[in-house]
């Protein structure tokens, strides 16, 4: 029945790591709006924040993020001084406002940085912030960059928790994708953070990569347990070559078809399973003691634009070019051209450009949509109790779609609607069914499985 569900449910729908979606944003959210956000915050809050690198090295074919190639440094050490200036704006704006309870170094490559470079970035963080003692400080790396002195320079900063990229250790997937990285490379950076205290570390893992079978697959997750990770993400490679134009250098037929993806995502995370971590939402795996496993059992695991997370702050500041905000009133984006970016900062201004205004039926659906990529369940109580007359409204419609699917990919159990055990790998296929905006949208989006 599975392989058949995966076949029939492996349309292109979002991943929701927010709701609205960033096609619905719009050009009404501008530095303005953004401004009054900021200048709104309440004193005594908790925010995070996200920092965008959008450079590479190398640029991986696979690779659907914000960023482009450079081999040289001088546009990075520009794009430096842009950010500088965007910290210092944001900075002022919340002083005194909220204290920072986790960081997201993400990109692009930000250990591409110079190891002073990500020293002054730190320093120029906290002389602009408010910190917690004890927040966390969380990096993506790249092992092909990542020397002695970077890895000393992140542990100065105060990084907590490495994630590193790892996709597939067998070398024909690597040239497909233009990624080599060899395992004793990772095994190197692993084994470095952790000399150094950082005290989590992460490995990023793709199926549905070109050429990849379910043998290689076991073998990249059997290599990458040996490092005993303290999390795993097994993400599906979602090929959007209309929106990343680079993986046309990937050939469509070296892919693996729906069924085989959805194969190769059931044998990892059983390997993974077996292995004695906790499976955390769709795609996350986690050490019993970890804090994502503790806030998954909690039921206060969350979902942003990192993924799955513990971090509660209901404020998430992005900065760098086409880094998006969460605010009580919206999501926000900064101008993704990292040359006009530039400018829009260079004076003071902040570089906002589009974004979105939640009403009281988005909170309600983000929230269902939210409990079920986290939980794969959500209380009819708390729907109504929290969101009122929409909770209401929402609730007939879950009730609709629970009585109306003869496949059972969502259930009424007692008070709470719950997608059962064997049909959450297609949750987001259930999640869309919350969406009012995706009928309408003219987005494309990556495969569901």
């Given at each position: 029945?599975?392989?058949?569900?995966?076949?029939?449910?492996?349309?292109?729908?979002?991943?929701?790591?927010?709701?609205?979606?960033?096609?619905?944003?719009?050009?009404?959210?501008?530095?303005?709006?953004?401004?009054?956000?900021?200048?709104?915050?309440?004193?005594?809050?908790?925010?995070?924040?996200?920092?965008?690198?959008?450079?590479?090295?190398?640029?991986?074919?696979?690779?659907?993020?914000?960023?482009?190639?450079?081999?040289?440094?001088?546009?990075?050490?520009?794009?430096?001084?842009?950010?500088?200036?965007?910290?210092?704006?944001?900075?002022?704006?919340?002083?005194?406002?909220?204290?920072?309870?986790?960081?997201?170094?993400?990109?692009?490559?930000?250990?591409?940085?110079?190891?002073?470079?990500?020293?002054?970035?730190?320093?120029?963080?906290?002389?602009?912030?408010?910190?917690?003692?004890?927040?966390?400080?969380?990096?993506?790396?790249?092992?092909?960059?990542?020397?002695?002195?970077?890895?000393?320079?992140?542990?100065?900063?105060?990084?907590?928790?490495?994630?590193?990229?790892?996709?597939?250790?067998?070398?024909?997937?690597?040239?497909?994708?233009?990624?080599?990285?060899?395992?004793?490379?990772?095994?190197?950076?692993?084994?470095?953070?952790?000399?150094?205290?950082?005290?989590?570390?992460?490995?990023?893992?793709?199926?549905?990569?070109?050429?990849?079978?379910?043998?290689?697959?076991?073998?990249?997750?059997?290599?990458?347990?040996?490092?005993?990770?303290?999390?795993?993400?097994?993400?599906?490679?979602?090929?959007?070559?209309?929106?990343?134009?680079?993986?046309?250098?990937?050939?469509?037929?070296?892919?693996?078809?729906?069924?085989?993806?959805?194969?190769?995502?059931?044998?990892?995370?059983?390997?993974?399973?077996?292995?004695?971590?906790?499976?955390?939402?769709?795609?996350?795996?986690?050490?019993?003691?970890?804090?994502?496993?503790?806030?998954?059992?909690?039921?206060?695991?969350?979902?942003?634009?990192?993924?799955?997370?513990?971090?509660?702050?209901?404020?998430?500041?992005?900065?760098?070019?086409?880094?998006?905000?969460?605010?009580?009133?919206?999501?926000?984006?900064?101008?993704?051209?990292?040359?006009?970016?530039g400018r829009m900062v260079a004076d003071g201004r902040l570089a906002a450009v589009r974004g979105i205004v939640l009403s009281d039926d988005?909170?309600?659906?983000?929230?269902?949509?939210?409990?079920?990529?986290?939980?794969?369940?959500?209380?009819?109580?708390?729907?109504?109790?929290?969101?009122?007359?929409?909770?209401?409204?929402?609730?007939?419609?879950?009730?609709?779609?629970?009585?109306?699917?003869?496949?059972?990919?969502?259930?009424?159990?007692?008070?709470?609607?719950?997608?059962?055990?064997?049909?959450?790998?297609?949750?987001?296929?259930?999640?869309?069914?919350?969406?009012?905006?995706?009928?309408?949208?003219?987005?494309?989006?990556?495969?569901?499985?």
């Amino acid at each position: 029945m599975l392989p058949e569900l995966a076949a029939r449910l492996g349309e292109n729908v979002p991943r929701y790591t927010s709701y609205p979606t960033t096609p619905h944003f719009h050009p009404g959210i501008d530095a303005v709006v953004y401004r009054g956000w900021l200048e709104a915050l309440e004193s005594g809050g908790e925010i995070s924040l996200y920092l965008h690198v959008p450079y590479c090295d190398r640029l991986c074919w696979f690779c659907a993020c914000h960023t482009k190639q450079t081999r040289h440094y001088e546009p990075v050490a520009a794009y430096l001084r842009s950010l500088y200036a965007e910290i210092a704006t944001v900075g002022g704006l919340v002083s005194g406002k909220g204290r920072v309870r986790a960081v997201h170094f993400g990109g692009g490559s930000p250990t591409m940085l110079k190891p002073e470079d990500m020293m002054t970035l730190g320093t120029v963080l906290r002389d602009s912030f408010d910190f917690l003692g004890d927040a966390t400080i969380s990096v993506e790396i790249d092992p092909n960059n990542t020397d002695e002195a970077r890895l000393d320079a992140l542990a100065e900063i105060g990084m907590t928790r490495a994630s590193l990229g790892v996709q597939d250790f067998d070398p024909n997937v690597q040239k497909a994708i233009n990624r080599k990285q060899s395992f004793l490379q990772t095994k190197a950076v692993v084994d470095g953070v952790r000399s150094r205290g950082v005290e989590s570390v992460n490995l990023d893992l793709l199926y549905g990569l070109p050429h990849q079978t379910r043998e290689s697959v076991s073998s990249t997750v059997a290599r990458a347990l040996t490092l005993e990770p303290d999390r795993i993400a097994l993400f599906g490679y979602a090929h959007v070559p209309w929106f990343k134009k680079h993986q046309t250098m990937i050939d469509e037929a070296w892919l693996p078809d729906t069924t085989e993806r959805f194969a190769q995502s059931r044998l990892a995370a059983r390997a993974i399973v077996d292995e004695g971590y906790e499976s955390i939402g769709l795609d996350h795996f986690a050490k019993p003691g970890d804090a994502l496993a503790i806030a998954a059992r909690a039921g206060t695991l969350h979902r942003n634009f990192q993924g799955y997370t513990e971090d509660r702050c209901e404020t998430l500041i992005g900065l760098g070019p086409s880094s998006i905000g969460r605010f009580r009133q919206g999501y926000v984006q900064n101008m993704p051209s990292t040359g006009e970016y530039g400018r829009m900062v260079a004076d003071g201004r902040l570089a906002a450009v589009r974004g979105i205004v939640l009403s009281d039926d988005d909170r309600g659906r983000g929230w269902i949509i939210e409990r079920l990529m986290c939980d794969f369940a959500f209380s009819a109580i708390d729907l109504v109790e929290s969101f009122g007359e929409a909770g209401q409204k929402l609730l007939l419609q879950a009730s609709s779609i629970a009585l109306q699917d003869p496949a059972r990919l969502l259930e009424l159990q007692g008070d709470s609607f719950v997608v059962p055990a064997e049909n959450r790998p297609f949750v987001r296929s259930i999640a869309v069914k919350f969406d009012k905006y995706f009928e309408s949208g003219t987005a494309r989006h990556s495969a569901a499985i």
